[in-house]
């Protein structure tokens, strides 16, 4: 790729098993892309090394200079001190109190700007998404947990120190399920893709005469959160009721968020989402009948995220101030 006249951005997705690394444009389109392992297993210093040193190859190997760079943007898993880009809690990776910031730029030295994942994808569903044009929104991302990330003017809220916007962490339920944060019934321990399937394997087991025996190949451990809504699909009534169920519990967690945040637009992320309007048309209807002043307010639509799995790269990218050019 020849060099280009306008600035580019480094956005980098670390996850617990590969660090994903791109270079953006100024309309947050990824112009090259590269990815490494994480190996969590080794020091911090090690993994932001590898982080920093790839990327500066991958800005020169396009034809880029740090200069051409207007700052890099990193989305971490846990708790994060983004005014001081410090990984305060990390439990996928293993971190506690790591300056990441001040460490990625000893190798790639531009601003570096760091937040949690979910509140960059929020913002990145803002800048270029399903919630382009609307400068308030909140997103729930639905995998092995249920990660949150809201967005109030343009710009990410994460409440008045770390630690906050923890919205898989709202009360919802009472089964009496044990959260990993340690408390009871969180939404996260109802609405995750992990607690989909949890909740489809018991069924499978107590009922081998679903079809979810059947489509998970007599092997419960090959379950996962797409089948109960193929049994559904299919009119098996074990699917019916798991479907329900989880829509149930997550129409209740949107609709506490709607009612607290009164969102523009509230986007969900995560592989559950590939079920796009078998979860979002019930999610909605639920909103029009149980929001808050729903007859005379405004009620928010639950739409799916677009970014896929590029999310987390244009989300960090989005955390660097911009200004274009000319």
């Known amino acids: 790729m020849s060099k280009r006249e306008s600035k580019v951005i480094v956005g980098i997705d670390l996850g617990g098993t590969a ?7 100024q309309e947050y389109e990824i112009l090259a892309q590269t990815s490494v392992p ?5 020091t911090y210093g090690q993994v932001i090394a590898d982080m920093g040193k790839t990327a500066m190859a991958l800005l020169t190997g396009n034809g880029y200079g740090w200069e051409d760079c207007l700052g890099a943007g990193v989305g971490s898993p846990g708790t994060v001190d983004s005014e001081n880009g410090i990984v305060l809690y990390s439990n996928n990776i293993r971190w506690e109190h790591v300056p990441l910031a001040e460490e990625l730029k000893k190798y790639l030295p531009v601003p570096i700007y760091a937040d949690n994942d979910a509140n960059c994808a929020a913002l990145g569903e803002v800048v270029k998404g399903a919630a382009k044009g609307y400068g308030n929104a909140v997103l729930l991302t639905l ?8 967005v109030i003017g343009g710009k990410i809220f994460g409440g008045g120190h770390p630690g906050g916007a923890e ?5 919802n339920g ?5 959260c990993t944060c340690g408390r009871y019934d969180c939404l996260e321990t109802y609405a995750s893709a992990t607690a989909l399937r949890n909740d489809a394997k018991k069924m499978a087991a107590e009922h081998p005469e679903s079809l979810l025996w059947e489509l998970c190949g007599h092997d419960l451990e090959r379950m996962n959160a797409k089948l109960p809504f193929d049994a559904a699909a299919l009119g098996d009534g074990c699917g019916k009721r798991l479907v329900e169920n989880y829509i149930g519990h997550l129409a209740d967690g949107i609709t506490d968020i ?9 986007v969900l992320g995560g592989g559950v989402c590939a079920q796009e309007g078998k979860l979002t048309e019930p999610l909605n209807r639920y909103l029009e009948e149980n929001c808050f002043g729903a007859s005379v307010a405004y009620v928010p639509r639950t739409v799916t995220a677009s970014n896929g799995n590029d999310a987390g790269m244009i989300g960090a990218a989005s955390l660097v101030p911009i200004w274009k050019e000319g």
């Not at 995998?143 to 809201?150: A, E, L, R, Y």
């Not at 009472?174 to 044990?178: H, N, Q, T």
């Open 38 to 42: 994480t190996g969590a297993e080794r």
């Open 174 to 178: 009472s089964e009496g399920r044990k």
């Open 19 to 25: 660090v994903k690394i791109g270079i953006l444009n």
């Open 167 to 171: 919205l898989g962490h709202i009360k």
């Open 143 to 150: 995998g092995t947990g249920v990660g949150g990330g809201i």
């Open 258 to 266: 709607a009612n607290i945040f009164r969102p523009d637009i509230i």
